[in-house]
């Protein structure tokens, strides 16, 4: 029965039972309202199978309530890491440009005065962090003249790096038990405009997380500072104040985070410690020390040497042979990522190689610093990213307003580093924003000891270098 038709029979009946009543009339009064609540109740029943626009109640958990009001952040992609696996080796083209990019931004740093062994300050940044993001950042640009600039500083054009940067995000991507690294990139854009789809398709090719926020929103500012802490495993890593927000003027904020924490291939013993000093400072140092097979370049007036992680993972210290001697001024003109094989310790009358014995104490250490690479950008030609008028990041909005341009304000970069008996520990992120046992016998030794300052470079499985260092000050 149509339910219309139903309440009007229920009310029939209801007014039969008043007219029978006589003197118990309340009693049926009251029969007769709870007939009619539950014509209604029918009724409702009807529409909620019916209508798809009721108003109705429900209760909501905490968590639910906090995504609602938060709704505004939201991800744009999905990148699944739980199904990366290490995807080859990267071709020796790559590892070069990897490299020529490395030592100019070091050059540079230096000229600029960022990188200075004499403010007295540990000083560190990770020339792949500032790779990868520059590569993310050109999947953005649309102007030619942009783009051909970038090109030009990363040493390849974005197709021709395209195969090998995926395979670095892959093989930089591992957690066992002797270790971890990983490397995460990911562009936040505001909401006020839409996001162009494909810009979107390829960061997830590159394996770059893309979210829309509002820059001006306290909760969705800190959905990303969390999600930066997350990334580099240390919460409050960067605040607002660090990255300028809020700022209704930020149109996106592109960010590449480094966690590395890996043991020593040959650890450390506590036991082996010692105090000492250190050339330049007042009080002494904590050395560690142990002993391997390793290589080792004399290089003149300074000495280089490796130590191993796990992970196939190692470190590179250089270090002068006279404490007067200014390393980085010695280092000058030097290529800090070529080994001459014709200045390796390890080599017999014959010049055959030979093993090597490397006793090693190094101090231990903390370091903490930030970068700005404007300065060196624009000296490297990118000049135009940050032009206000160029709207160089032309693929990344569609639909732009008239006279709305994008492009960098920003590129910064922050780290942190220990040393010590158990292993390295790295936290990077680089931003940028737009309005890292011996056999028996007679065996050569050396023993080097980095008790003056020193430099070092810390490479992943690919040989690519995650951070360039100085220590000053242990």
């Known amino acids: 029965m149509p339910p219309m038709r139903r309440v009007s029979e229920l009310l029939r009946r209801g007014g039969r039972l008043v007219a029978r009543s006589g003197r118990f009339g309340a009693l049926a009064l009251f029969a007769a309202f709870i007939s009619i609540l539950f014509a209604f109740a029918l009724l409702s029943c009807s ?56 030592g100019m931004v070091y050059r540079l740093l230096a000229q600029d005065g960022q990188f200075s062994m004499k403010s007295g300050e540990n000083f560190a940044f990770s020339p792949l ?58 562009s936040f854009l505001t909401n006020s405009f839409r996001a162009n789809q494909t810009y979107v398709d390829e960061l997830t090719a590159h394996y770059a997380e893309c979210y829309q926020m509002d820059f001006t929103n306290e909760d969705d500012i800190g959905q990303l500072l969390s999600w930066i802490g997350q990334r580099v495993r240390e919460e409050g890593f960067l ?30 013993s506590s036991s082996d410690s010692f105090k000492d000093s250190f050339a330049g400072r007042s009080g002494k140092a904590e050395f560690m020390r142990h002993s391997y097979l390793g290589e080792a370049h ?41 080994d001459d094989p014709d200045k390796a310790m390890a080599r017999d009358q014959d010049g055959e190689w030979s093993e090597l014995v490397i006793n090693l104490s190094v101090p231990k250490f903390k370091a903490e610093s930030k970068v700005d690479f404007i300065p060196v950008l624009e000296k490297m030609g990118l000049a135009r990213l940050f032009d206000a008028g160029a709207n160089s990041f032309g693929r990344i909005f569609t639909g732009l307003p008239d006279g709305a ?40 030794t050396v023993n080097i000891k980095l008790d003056s300052p020193f430099l070092y470079i810390i490479y992943d499985a690919n040989d690519l270098p995650l951070l360039i260092g100085s220590v000053v000050n242990p």
């Open 298 to 338: 004399d290089c003149g007036r300074y000495v280089t040497c490796y130590d191993y992680y796990r992970n196939g993972m190692k470190v590179k210290y250089f270090i002068c042979k006279e404490d007067e001697d200014d390393l980085l001024s010695v280092l000058e003109g030097a290529n800090l990522l070529h």
């Open 47 to 102: 529409r909620m199978e019916n209508d798809e626009f009721r108003l109705y109640d429900r209760d909501y958990s905490l968590s639910e309530l906090q995504m609602i009001e938060k709704s505004s952040f939201m991800p744009l992609n999905h990148i699944d890491y739980d199904g990366i696996v290490p995807n080859g080796e990267i071709s020796e083209n790559y590892k070069s440009t990897v490299e020529n990019f490395s």
């Open 405 to 444: 341009r994008t492009h960098l304000t920003v590129v910064k970069q922050k780290n942190k580093i220990s040393f010590d008996e158990d292993g390295t520990t790295i936290r990077t992120v680089t931003w940028s924003q737009m309005d890292g046992a011996a056999s028996p016998g007679n065996m050569k």
């Open 239 to 268: 605040t607002a104040e660090d990255l300028g927000l809020p700022n209704e003027e930020t149109a996106a904020c592109l960010f590449s985070t480094l966690y590395f924490s890996n043991k020593w291939l040959n650890a450390f």
């Open 129 to 186: 962090g500032l790779y990868e993001l520059l590569a993310i950042c050109a999947l953005g640009v649309e102007d030619g003249e942009a783009l051909a600039a970038l090109d030009s500083a990363l040493g390849m054009t974005r197709q021709e790096r395209n195969a090998d940067f995926i395979k670095s995000c892959k093989n930089d991507f591992i957690s066992n038990e002797h270790g971890t690294l990983q490397m995460y990139n990911a």
